[in-house]
């Protein structure tokens, strides 16, 4: 089995940062795109940024110049650096990973959400 395991999450005031992270765990047998996902109340899952294995990253024009998204391949594990946080980026993040497993064709991976908040 694969796990994703969020953590970095909190309450911040405008302005401020925060660092996520997210470290995938189990019978991995390689990683392709990594990324981070963000869903705010009454509203739909969208896309914060992703990274692929050769470090190349896509970011949503609404976060860039304000978050970086970064991995560690030898820990399986993704990193969002959030700067110069607003109110409107108060939402539960989601860490995915399309991951291959030993034998398994990749297969897409979410973890369980870390909220983050931004007050004014």
């Known amino acids: 089995q694969v796990q994703l395991v969020e953590s970095g999450g909190g309450l911040v005031q405008a302005g401020g940062s925060l660092r996520l992270s997210c470290a995938a765990s189990?019978?991995?047998?390689?990683?392709?795109?990594m990324g981070w996902y963000r869903q705010a109340p009454g509203k739909q899952r969208e896309l914060v940024a992703t990274i692929n294995s050769g470090g190349r990253s896509n970011y949503a024009d609404s976060v860039k110049g304000r978050f970086t998204i970064s991995r560690d391949n030898a820990k399986n594990t993704v990193y969002l650096q959030m700067v110069s946080l607003k109110p409107e980026d108060t939402a539960v993040y989601y860490c995915?990973?399309?991951?291959?497993?030993?034998?398994?064709?990749?297969?897409?991976?979410w973890g369980q959400g870390t909220q983050v908040t931004v007050s004014s």
């Open positions: 189990g019978s991995i047998f390689s990683i392709n795109a």
């Open positions: 995915h990973a399309d991951i291959v497993r030993v034998g398994v064709l990749s297969a897409d991976y």
